[in-house]
């Protein structure tokens, strides 16, 4: 079939993967890996610009995240999975890519520049992290993706690539670097089970993709609902609420969650009553995923074969890339 | 032989190497390449940090740069001779090192600010000039140097370096990387013809390894000398002037030098007198340099060849260090 375009996606290996990211990203992979040339990163090197005091613990996510990936569907007979460590053509192309962005620029990332704020790095920002929006302009034109899935305020992040593409092509006056296009997720984020805005690997309000029934049982039972929802016979706020948001979001029985809202709402509901519902749809979606994740994570040295021979595709494809950025640039010795 | 140490140096592909090279740096590398591992870089990648709009003018320069070295008799049997962008490990090994230096850091470089300044940036910095001096940690290290031969005025890229190695060997706790040491060269800068502190490819007054005899004869009539030595009768200044510097650089016959000098300073001996004796005996040491170099420009695919193999040899003495980086860093995917 005739593929509809290129995509580069991935995750930093900081962390297993939970019910956000399915939302937010995974369940779109599974969908576009039979429209798309599909790339997805394990974005080892990108985790080491803020871990690089616990690479050990982005290592063994490297693994973690490769079976999250196994477990939703992402098949690696259609999609490129790949460590980024294992692509050196993407610190080559940084290094070429860094000459076009300035120093003011960097600086005024807008993402970078909240991130930074949200890290507590104080006077000791690394430069590794000034400049990964660089490297990410690598990792997205070293595999010619033209869609990058990316949530809304990672939208300059795909302003930066662009603008280096221009700059590339003008400079050295030849279209070897394609521009891409943000693909913003229709659906909003997952809030975490606290009510915080955004469910987050180390917010400490997360349901891990991989995550037993007791844990998830317990993870239910502990989420933040309507506060003011203090006696079952009262109303209960139905929008912004978590726990109806999940089921929106995991539920198929769509006049059940409709008739629940409505119940909620109206007041004579209770808490816990939704809640165990929302396990049991929770708990119906995971177990599939927790015996895949499982039965991968028997043998992770077939796991690490897996990533070694996607890496050797990616490998081949940003070598490509390389080739044609040196020859525009003068570079190809021979 | 048992080797002393290992040596990384190099140069700048944006022009000719001159006098100055010869003195500063290249004399010294013949000598020191019987006595040291030797690894002679060609900074492709350096040199596009701020020449990035002139990629060809880079590339040319490779070859003569090459061209020089082997004419005054650097060998490629005894010496590694490479070009940087060949060896990708050195992007690698500047995308770890990234990690460990401070943006502050970077912007209090004073060798960087300094030439920021003389390069006229403005606002408009590129960031790999920002970074270069991690990129020469990569380079340094890459090839485990512990002498790096370098002018007074780049003390701190060294300790940059340095700093950069420690920070791996404490942080990943394992002596994986070494310390270097500057050498600084004993001979202080030639100055250029036109009496500047310093020749300069690209300053206009410097005289090249493969200048032909008539243009030689011309750069050293319009030498400076002293600017008060009017008429031959009046005494003229010895130290400090250009003509007797390069006399004392690059003459034998220290005898007649001290009668020219003594005859000078007591007055009555011509400039063009002792501009000719100069001809002479620069002529006299350029002579099998350039016959050498046009010998080696006749055949510039084979110093293309010598180049590759030099590089090919440098990419696995490179890769090396890279994956006992890599081990460190729980990077070594199997």
């Known amino acids: 079939m005739m593929k509809k375009g290129t995509i580069l996606t991935g995750d930093r290996p900081t962390g297993s993967l939970h019910l956000g990211h399915y939302i937010g990203s995974l369940a779109n992979r599974v969908k576009l890996q039979d429209l798309y040339h599909q790339y997805v990163m394990i974005a080892d090197t990108q985790a080491l610009t803020d871990n690089f005091r616990t690479p050990q613990k982005v290592r063994e996510n490297v693994t973690e995240v490769a079976l999250d990936y196994l477990a939703v569907g992402i098949d690696p007979n259609k999609t490129v999975i790949f460590i980024q460590s294992l692509i050196p053509q993407l610190a080559e192309l940084t290094m070429y890519y860094l000459n076009l962005v300035t120093w003011n620029r960097l600086k005024h990332n807008p993402t970078v520049k909240l ?68 693909e913003i997720p229709k659906f909003a984020r997952l809030p975490g089970i606290d009510g915080g805005a955004k469910m987050g690997k180390s917010l400490n309000n997360a349901i891990f993709l991989g995550d037993e029934e007791d844990i998830l049982r317990k993870k239910v039972k502990q ?60 708990n119906e979606f995971l177990t599939p995923i927790r015996e895949r994740r499982k039965e991968y994570s028997k043998d992770k040295a077939q796991v690490m074969k897996m990533l070694l021979k996607g890496s050797t595709h990616a490998f081949e494809k940003a070598e490509e890339t390389l080739q044609e950025v040196k020859k525009a640039m003068f570079l190809d010795y021979q």
């Open 115 to 182: 991130e930074i704020k949200q890290k507590n790095f104080g006077e000791n920002i690394p430069a590794g992290f000034m400049t990964y929006p660089i490297s990410q302009a690598a990792d997205i034109t070293a595999f010619k993706a033209n869609l990058v899935p990316v949530g809304e305020d990672q939208k300059p992040m795909i302003e930066q690539t662009n603008e280096i593409v221009r700059a590339f092509n003008r400079l050295y006056n030849k279209e070897v670097l394609i521009e891409c296009q943000a």
């Open 223 to 282: 989420m933040y609902t309507d506060p003011n929802h203090l006696r079952v016979e009262d109303p209960g706020q139905v929008v912004g609420n978590p726990v109806f948001i999940y089921l929106d979001a995991f539920g198929k029985d769509t006049d059940k969650i409709e008739q629940l809202k409505d119940h909620y709402a109206r007041g004579g509901l209770g808490d816990s009553i939704v809640k165990n519902y929302l396990f049991e749809v929770l």
